[in-house]
């Protein structure tokens, strides 16, 4: 019992027919075409490399009397190429629609495309498939368009293509957008708290896209100071005067337009700086007036004390004394006119 197959689609050279296995054979003459089995009840061959051209419809034919014949349809999947995405070429401006475009070839059935921006899913995708007769395999053309944000720039958009072919898995190209926006300023003061005398820079700190080209610095409703200068951004003041007090503004202008910054300068006096010598001095009356007021306190305890202690005593002392020619009648003379004398008196303080 012979077998033959054969091919209903691009097909194989016409078989000879005939009971010989060696004629079988020689109708298998595509050099991807290889017999691995053959015996007296099966015949089975692999093909290497399947393109879109292999598919079709294949026929076993057994010859019996009658002829049995077995056909099996067989289906290429064509799996999609990488994604290309165009459309990101030139910068968007904020407020503005970015439309994308992404595209793949080579796929049977039409490969699905998704789009993300970060992780999060893009709405309103448009897709538009075409058949290649030739090939007969499908490119899909996806377009997206959604507004744009200063948060954009430099956000990463992927398309996604899903096929059955990749068994599960994905294949994706991504793309980070380009967004203009206008720029914003502040201004920074170095020292935070300027006083009288010091050195001073004003810095203004901007950003944008694209970066700020040109820094312009005035003086609200005056001229700017004499001794200021500015470098680049930074407004340089070598000697600040009270007078330098006010309202500054720093202009910046990009591409997107213009920006003003205000910063309100108030200048300080200076504050006293106590010298050595100075303190030294001020430690010294301290410590005299301590000195002097314990000195004070200690006399005012001294003279209420004696002066609780104050008293009077008589002498007995008789008046005439002195004239007497001896002792014995110095004292009869003082026993005698110790009623007349006078008292005498003596404090003690």
């Known amino acids: 019992m012979d077998a033959l197959l054969s091919e209903s689609g691009p097909r194989l050279p016409e078989p000879t027919i005939r009971p010989d296995e060696s004629e079988a054979i020689e109708a298998l003459r595509d050099n991807r075409i290889e017999l691995v089995k053959s015996t007296t009840n099966e015949l089975t061959i692999s093909i290497s490399d399947v393109g879109m051209a292999d598919e079709g419809v294949y026929t076993c034919a057994i010859f019996t ?9 067989v289906t290429v999947l064509g799996q999609p190429q990488k994604p290309l995405i165009s459309g ?14 992404c595209k793949t070839s080579g796929s049977k059935p039409a490969a699905q495309i998704t789009w993300y921006k970060g992780l999060e899913p893009l709405e309103g995708v448009v897709n538009e498939v075409m058949e290649d007769p030739y090939r007969k395999t ?16 430099g956000a990463e958009i992927t398309c996604t293509v899903g096929h059955e072919s990749l ?4 294949i994706s190209s991504s793309v980070e957008i380009n967004v203009y926006y206008k720029p914003v300023a502040k201004i920074e003061s170095q020292p935070q708290f300027p006083r009288e005398g010091d050195n001073l820079q004003l810095r203004c700190l901007a950003y944008g896209n694209p970066s700020p080209r040109t820094y312009a610095w005035e003086k609200k409703g005056g001229e700017l100071p004499p001794q200021s200068r500015q470098q680049e951004n930074t407004l340089v003041f ?4 009270k007078s330098d007090s006010g309202v500054y503004l720093c202009k910046v202008s990009s591409l997107m337009g213009d920006y003003v910054a ?3 300068l108030d200048v300080n006096d200076p504050s006293p700086v106590p010298s050595t010598s100075s303190i030294d001095h001020a430690v010294i009356g301290g410590v005299v007036a301590v000195i002097v007021f314990l000195l004070l306190c200690l006399l005012i305890v001294l003279g209420r004390y004696l002066i609780r202690h104050k ?5 007995h002392e008789a008046k005439g004394s002195d004239d007497a020619p001896d002792a014995d009648t ?6 005698g006119g110790q009623s007349s004398s006078e008292d005498k008196k003596e404090y003690f303080i």
């Open 330 to 335: 110095a004292i009869i003379n003082a026993e």
């Open 167 to 170: 068994q599960n898995s994905f």
């Open 65 to 73: 009397m009658p002829v049995l014949v077995a056909k099996s349809l």
């Open 88 to 101: 990101h070429e030139f910068p968007f401006r904020e407020n503005e629609k970015a439309r994308l475009t």
């Open 311 to 315: 008293g009077t005593y008589l002498t």
């Open 262 to 264: 205000e910063h309100n």
């Open 138 to 153: 499908f490119t899909v053309t996806s377009r997206i368009e959604f507004p744009v944000t200063q948060e954009d720039n």
């Open 238 to 241: 070598l000697f600040l005067n």
